[in-house]
Each structure stands twice: as C-alpha cells, then as structure tokens.
C-alpha cells in the first residue's frame, strides 16, 4: 500500500495540517476583527440619477414602490414578466444599496496584534500551499 501525503503527494502532511490550523486561526482573528456597519435607512439616498441638469434621489421607499405593483401583477398572472421583473429588479436594488452602504473598520490594535494576525494568516497560507505541491 502506497501512502500518498497532502494533495495525492508524497509527504506533507505535518505542513498541510500545521499549515491549515495557522491560517484557520489567522483569517479567523483577522475576521473578528472587522467592525461592519452600515448607513441604510429606507430613506436615505442609494442612487443619484442625472436628469435634466441636477440630480435626482432614488431612496429604499421609492424602490418598494415598482415592487409592489410587481408582486401584485405576480399574484394576478403568474407568468406576467414585466411584474418578475419589476419585482426581481426593486430587490437587486435594495440589496445593492445596501451592500454598498457598508463600511469595514479594523478595530484598535497593537502593532504585535497586526503582525501576529498577518504572520499566522500568510505564513500558514504558504505552509497549506507548500504542502500540496510534491516535493
């Protein structure tokens, strides 16, 4: 019986497995450490439209609007497409705008914290990847 290490190669095993708990532990730290928030409210501004010369806003209350009548022309006629779009559509929107009001914030650290974090996500990135290539 041949034994066959990380990846189907020879050996490796210790770093595959070393490796993997480093950057588990890493990306895990580096994540615990982002603050998200967010600026959504239904009426606040998600788009700027250019029309005539000034800019129009299009708030999270105005794109209910087109989805309303979406989901009441679905309920009328299954199979109407201008409702699945109009429906299908409001919601993009409303979840892109949401997305891209999210803000990441790395929390206060010390230096030693940062190098910790990047030593253990990097260094076990390139043990895990060190380990599947044969030797």
């Known amino acids: 019986m041949n034994f066959q290490g ?5 050996g490796g095993s ?5 490796g993997f708990l480093m950057m588990s532990c890493g990306f895990y730290l580096l994540m615990h450490s982002i603050h998200v928030s967010d600026s959504f409210t239904f009426g606040s ?5 250019p029309m005539f010369g000034y800019s129009a806003s299009v708030t ?12 009441g ?6 199979r109407n497409m201008i409702g699945w779009a109009l429906a299908v559509g ?14 990441f914030t790395l929390q206060h650290m010390t230096l030693f914290d940062l190098l910790t ?17 044969s030797h």
Do not use: D, H, K
């Open 45 to 49: 501004s998600l788009y700027q439209l």
């Open 60 to 71: 999270g209350g105005m794109l209910l609007i087109p989805f309303v009548f979406g989901i």
């Open 73 to 78: 022309m679905i309920f009328y006629n299954a």
């Open 117 to 133: 974090i990047l030593v253990l996500s990097v260094g076990g990135l390139g043990l895990f990847l060190g380990s599947l290539r």
């Open 14 to 18: 210790g770093s595959f497995i070393i």
């Open 90 to 103: 409001a919601v993009s929107a409303i979840v892109v705008g949401v997305l891209a009001g999210l803000r």
């Open 6 to 10: 990380a990846g189907g190669t020879p």
